[in-house]
């Protein structure tokens, strides 16, 4: 993809219309129950035309939320232990998690996500109050009845 000669010069660049920036980091990651250290190296094109720095922090914050949110349907709803093979069901079942996940989090109730889902599972109400947010259209029934029903 980089021509030897010159080690920014991006080959076939006339195809990639917009491209700004070609971004490569290479991360050592240090695993601490393993006592191991590994190294990556990741290549990302951008439309961006940032300064290297700009980039590596928006990188960095990129993949901090999405860490954070891997470990949340890892631990809330115990993701990495599905047993679901299937490729349809395994991408419906993940969609589902991170929807729920998305309705458990703004909730200031007193628990853990994990505690929230299932009494959400027990509690119609408490359920209710999660898709209150929820606009349900229906000119012929009022949204808390039509949800009650579905319930």
Do not use: C
């Amino acid at each position: 993809m980089l021509s030897g000669g010159n080690r920014y010069r991006l080959q076939g660049r006339e195809d990639w219309k917009g491209l700004s920036s070609l971004i490569k980091i290479h991360s050592h990651t240090e695993h601490l129950l393993e006592g191991r250290i590994s190294e990556e190296t990741r290549y990302y094109l951008s439309s961006l035309s940032r300064s290297a720095k700009e980039l590596l922090e928006m990188g960095r914050a990129h993949w901090q939320i999405e860490n954070n949110r891997h470990w949340v349907l890892d631990v809330s709803f115990s993701e990495d232990a599905s047993l679901i093979h299937t490729p349809n069901a395994a991408v419906n079942f993940s969609l589902l998690r991170k929807m729920a996940m998305t309705l458990l989090k703004p909730d200031k109730s007193k628990g853990s996500l994990k505690g929230k889902r299932k009494r959400a599972g027990w509690n119609n109400d408490f359920l209710l109050s999660l898709l209150q947010p929820i606009h349900y259209y229906n000119p012929s029934i009022p949204n808390e009845v039509a949800l009650r029903r579905s319930v």
